[in-house]
């Protein structure tokens, strides 16, 4: 239990200074929470963080020894390169699965919705149109609601279909990839077969190559970015609609003290729509209780998403998420699945908030379950509504905090969003005002920085130290997942923060802005959330084809400057599959492995197998955040250099 005493107050855990107030409340009141919990394992196993620890089998756990010291092989005689890339490809199978069950369940979704035995429609229809086209479906004379259930039938393929490619690489990737990822036999069939591949090619006794074993971390790359991230993104937005620009705002004074809060937390936005939607409905019966009415806030990706789409604020990205209930006003806080601390459970107990968890396979003890399928979609979001609003009048005053402040930021930039913008000054060719920006240099390159927030890590720091130093340097960034959070509470995604550009890129901000009646557009662009690292993808894409050229080409980073997820790791090795050099500010667990160091991080130039010289971009670790980005920017340099643009 951590006592106030333990934690001298200068101890920081947090940019957001907020966070820091309620850290410190927590300690006081004796409440863990997973930065205090951090302190008291200062330093992670050692054996853990090489990625040298095998648990594959009961004849271990076996563990290579450091420096050559001690055993070199487990007693299988796995070596130290084989366990450390069995360990990692371990990771990417888990991040990979839990962004495609989040696919999958988008596709089943579209599926009743198309069959109508659902509580939702299709909003998007445009787009239901142009994935169907790209889909090779007839849509002539069709219902949407046809056309919905082939686009729907096609994705579930992608979890069945025995031979070929998946139909979502066909759909987005550039040919030239697909011919590499061919020859290099690592192109996934669907998502379901490779990912039982994989675990079974993991398992004791099967793979012991471990740069067959690296191939199949590039599979689980593929199978993240097509059967997770594109598929999702494609099918949420032909649910919900294109997320088109919006305002709202970030930080703790989102949570308003006269009103029930509900926060929604986790990654699928089926549950966290319908929670907006009767949030708005059932506001008569909060006035009832005695609030102002109902104020939904959001934590993490359902938070990102419902941003996106409906405006609605951010309260904590995934590290201070326990946090937000020692505010003592959150009536409940709805979970669906992913990112989701056990701890909050803990922490609720100590005030009236009630954790409310929704799938069948996401429970926590002690919380509150409510069973949530799409044809009782709206009776579950009624009944959550309804818990909330009946905890309004448990809160207990003393123990509440409130912050007044919050942070403007701008969300909602789709591609489609973006491309609408442009068109405003070239409709004929609206890529043109870009790339004319990117090839006289007024724009140096295009930075997505993505992923998570880490308990280990100074909240925001990373995130907002990288951001800032690229756009001084005139890069075009975008943002996805609790990265955006960062960047947003920090004035990066509000006119404010337009003092941390460079000159060059103000002025094509401020062009592009104002052609749609801003002032500018904001210093970062907010793309959604982490399965939405889709839309950057795709933005590469569309510039990388009107150029003629391929994704590999471009002048553009991905940096994941503070993430805790094995998701962000195969995020990121999708973005390494398309040559895309990719920073990451924490530890990925490969230092005990020399080979598999090279292969990840190693230049083309060098000897040996590596990433860059197979697809032309490589992994770059570096933690501090400052030289992390003027790698990235000399990265950017070699590229435009390579493709003939201005110095
Ligand atoms: Ni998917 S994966 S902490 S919520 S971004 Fe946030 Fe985003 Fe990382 Fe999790
Ligand atoms: Fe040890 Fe080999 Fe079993 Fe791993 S698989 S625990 S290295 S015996």
């Not at 960062?486 to 990066?492: F, G, R, T, V």
Request: some cysteine; proline content about 4%; aromatic content about 4%.
């Amino acid at each position: 239990m951590p006592k106030a005493q333990d934690h001298n107050h200068t101890q920081r855990i947090s940019l957001d200074h907020d966070f820091e107030v309620l850290y410190e409340k927590a300690c006081e009141a004796g409440i863990e929470t997973a930065f205090s919990r951090a302190k008291q394992t200062p330093v992670p196993c050692p054996f853990g963080s090489a990625g040298v620890c095998c648990r594959h089998c009961l004849e271990g756990p076996c563990r290579i020894g450091f420096n050559g010291k001690g055993p070199q092989e487990g007693i299988c005689g796995a070596n130290g390169d084989t366990i450390v890339a069995r360990n990692l490809l371990t990771m990417m199978i888990e991040g990979a699965a839990g962004h495609a069950e989040h696919g999958r369940e988008t596709a089943l979704a579209l599926l009743e919705a198309s069959e109508g035995n659902s509580d939702y429609q299709i909003k998007g229809v445009e787009k239901l149109y142009q994935v169907a086209a790209g889909l090779g479906i007839e849509t002539n004379g069709k219902a949407v609601e046809d056309i919905g259930k082939q686009v729907a039938l096609k994705a579930l393929e992608d979890f069945q279909k025995q031979a070929g490619a998946m139909n979502w690489l066909t759909l987005h990737a550039q040919q030239q990839s697909i011919d590499k990822w061919d020859e290099l036999g690592i192109t996934p069939v669907n998502v379901h077969l490779e990912i039982s591949k994989a675990v079974t090619r993991t398992s004791m006794g099967c793979d012991a190559d471990p740069v067959n074993l690296l191939l199949g971390c590039l599979t689980m790359g593929l199978v993240d970015g097509f059967g997770g991230l594109h598929l999702s993104s494609d099918l949420q937005d032909i649910l919900f609609g294109v997320p088109k620009l919006v305002k709202s705002n970030f930080r703790l004074g989102v949570i308003k003290k006269e009103m029930v809060n509900i926060a929604v937390h986790g990654h699928v936005p089926l549950l966290s729509e319908k929670i907006v939607e009767w949030s708005r409905k059932l506001s008569e019966e909060a006035k009832a209780a005695g609030a102002a009415g109902i104020n939904v806030v959001g934590i993490c990706c359902s938070g990102n998403e419902v941003l996106m789409r409906h405006g609605i604020p951010a309260a904590s990205s995934f590290s201070s998420q326990e946090l937000v209930i020692v505010t003592g006003m959150l009536e409940a806080m709805v979970v669906d699945v992913q990112c989701i601390m056990p701890g909050i459970q803990k922490v609720a107990e100590c005030y009236h908030t009630e954790i409310i968890t929704t799938l069948p396979y996401v429970n926590i003890a002690g919380s509150t379950h409510v069973d949530f399928h799409t044809d009782k979609a709206d009776k579950a979001a009624q009944d959550i509504v309804r818990k909330a609003i009946a905890n309004f009048p448990k809160r207990e005053h003393q123990k509440i905090t409130s912050f007044t402040g919050t942070v403007e930021a701008y969300a909602g930039f789709s591609n489609e969003q973006i491309i609408e913008a442009l068109s405003a000054l070239n409709k004929e060719d609206p890529l043109k005002p870009l790339l004319d920006a990117i090839a006289s240099g007024a724009i140096r390159g295009v930075a997505a920085i993505v992923g998570c927030t880490n308990v280990r890590e100074f909240q925001d720091w990373g995130n907002v130290t990288v951001a800032k130093e690229l756009l001084k340097n005139n890069v075009l960034v975008v943002a996805t997942g609790c990265s955006a959070h960062s960047l947003a509470k920090h004035n990066l995604m509000n006119m404010q923060g337009l003092e941390y550009c460079g000159e060059s890129l103000r002025g094509v901000l401020k062009a592009i802005g104002q052609a749609v009646g801003l002032e500018s557009l904001p210093p970062t662009l907010h793309m959604g959330s982490c399965v939405d690292n889709s839309r950057p993808a795709d933005l590469l894409t569309a510039v990388a084809n009107r150029l003629g050229v391929e994704v590999k080409d471009l002048p553009a980073v991905g940096s994941c400057p503070e993430t805790h997820s094995p998701k962000a790791l195969v995020i990121g090795t999708y973005f390494l599959a398309n040559g895309v050099d990719v920073h990451v500010g924490v530890n990925p667990q490969v230092s005990g492995s020399q080979f598999v160091t090279d292969v990840l991080c190693n230049g083309a130039k060098d000897d040996g197998l590596n990433l860059e010289k197979l697809f032309g971009g490589k992994l770059i670790y570096e933690k501090d955040p400052v030289k992390a980005a003027a790698i990235l920017l000399r990265r950017i340099e070699e590229k435009r250099l390579a493709l003939g643009l201005s110095s």
